[in-house]
């Protein structure tokens, strides 16, 4: 096969956070790095998709931190041709700021796939609602989705919340990837061998209508190759993160995705 007739469309996402266990500076770790990939990507021409953890954002300025950087930054990001859609960590609603300045989040509420559909309704229009309200543009409007943690499933509360809502994607799926772990786990290792499948309920099964779920890109590598990458990444420079950026992304259990 030569691929003559075939095209490719990339959509380039990237989570647009905090880590979710509280740790980071918004400048280093969000901001700046923000800013580094829009620059990187527009001598390419090609547009960014921040997945944005509007709850976190939230929960800060209740408890009196100003965010007016990230609003600008992401205001100003769609008005260049870049988007923004919707990512939430619940463990971050109510979060609290301790003496160190460090943020204490609930890991009893780190997996979106737990809640009760009441309260994922909740989270998810106050996501939408919060940032379309900073865009602010007569065209814009959040209709993208991706759990925290990729931790959806079970997915059919989320499923049905989101359709409540008016989204029409769902970008959750990474395929092949599983996390054991207790209180983070996800398994997508049965998915469709499809680059997009329609989902109503089980975003691991394909349905006749419902959400798109556009799953992200993944490559099959071996678990000794990847806990050497991991390990590598955190004891050389910055520890695989922006430069200036501290913090870590272990989750209640400190589990490791395969």
Avoid at 27 to 46: F, H, K, S, T, Y
Avoid at 103 to 128: A, N, Q, S
Avoid at 225 to 234: D, I, P, Q, T, Y
Wanted: proline share 4%; charged share 25%.
């Amino acid at each position: 096969m030569d691929g003559k007739g075939l095209s490719v469309h990339l959509i380039l996402t990237v989570d647009y956070e905090l880590f979710g266990n509280g740790l980071g500076c918004i400048d280093r770790c969000v901001i700046d790095p923000a800013e580094r990939m829009m620059g990187i990507v527009q001598e390419c021409l090609a547009p960014l998709t921040f997945i944005v953890e509007a709850t976190e954002f939230i929960a800060m300025e209740a408890g009196g931190e100003s965010v007016d950087g990230v609003r600008r930054q992401l205001a100003l990001a769609v008005a260049q041709g870049h988007d923004t859609q919707l990512h939430v960590h619940p463990q971050w609603e109510q979060a609290a700021r301790l003496s160190d300045g460090a943020w204490h989040v609930d890991d009893h509420r780190w997996r979106m796939g737990d809640l009760p559909f009441e309260d994922t309704l909740r989270l998810l229009r106050t996501g939408k609602e919060w940032l379309e309200a900073v865009v602010n543009a007569a065209d814009y409007r959040v209709t993208t989705f991706r759990a925290g943690g990729w931790c959806i499933q079970p997915s059919g509360a989320a499923v049905q919340a989101l359709l409540k809502l008016g989204f029409r994607v769902d970008s959750t799926v990474a395929p092949g990837f599983r996390n054991a772990a207790r209180g983070e786990w996800s398994d997508f290792r049965s998915v469709p061998r499809r680059p997009y499948w329609n989902v109503d309920g089980d975003v691991c099964r394909e349905a006749s209508s419902g959400l798109w779920e556009v799953p992200i890109v993944t490559g099959r590598i071996a678990a000794w190759r990847h806990l050497r990458a991991v390990k590598s990444s955190r004891t050389s420079g910055d520890g695989g993160f922006a430069c200036g950026c501290e913090g870590n992304y272990l989750g209640p259990d400190g589990g490791w995705g395969m």
